[in-house]
């Protein structure tokens, strides 16, 4: 294999990356892919006519792929904080709890991400691993942790 850089597209990670080479140089520093890239690509062509969304286009929208797309388009317009001091002195358990929502301004220079979508566009952000909103995932934890034993 050479050392290019492989890209294929699709709604669940819109713009992924495969390099078999040197580093990639396609996607802004810290950033796991390319959130301008993921956010045209899923509000573009992912969209389909009769409602939902799909793969890629040429596809039937689905439930499965409409989830995705939505987490995907929440995931590139929204950034979370992990604070890994706090949940480890409380228990392995805790830290998928340790995630949380930055506000962040419009135009994020440090991720070089342009406003390039419509307030209407903008989605709720989701937790990263249970991928529900932050509230939803709140109250499920405060509802459960109040419960003894099984």
């Keep these: 294999m050479d050392s290019t850089t492989q890209r294929i597209e699709d709604s669940m990670g819109g713009l992924k990356l495969h390099e078999s080479g040197s580093g990639i140089t396609n996607v802004p520093a810290?950033?796991?892919?390319?959130?301008?890239?993921?956010?045209?690509?899923?509000?573009?062509?992912?969209?389909?006519?009769?409602?939902?969304?799909r793969d890629k286009p040429g596809k039937h929208a689905d439930a499965y792929h409409s989830c995705y797309a939505l987490t995907g388009l929440s995931s590139a317009q929204h950034r979370s904080h992990f604070a890994s001091e706090s949940c480890l002195a409380k228990g392995p358990l805790?830290?998928?709890?340790?995630?949380?929502?930055?506000?962040?301004?419009?135009?994020?220079?440090?991720?070089?991400?342009?406003?390039?979508?419509?307030?209407?566009?903008?989605?709720?952000?989701?937790?990263?691993?249970?991928?529900?909103?932050y509230a939803a995932v709140e109250h499920t934890r405060s509802f459960f942790s109040s419960k003894t034993g099984f």
């Design 30 to 53: 810290r950033s796991l892919y390319h959130r301008e890239g993921l956010i045209r690509y899923i509000l573009c062509c992912c969209q389909a006519e009769s409602g939902g969304l």
């Design 94 to 133: 805790e830290c998928a709890f340790g995630w949380s929502p930055i506000k962040k301004p419009q135009v994020d220079n440090d991720l070089d991400i342009k406003q390039i979508h419509d307030a209407a566009d903008i989605v709720e952000p989701v937790h990263p691993i249970f991928v529900i909103p």
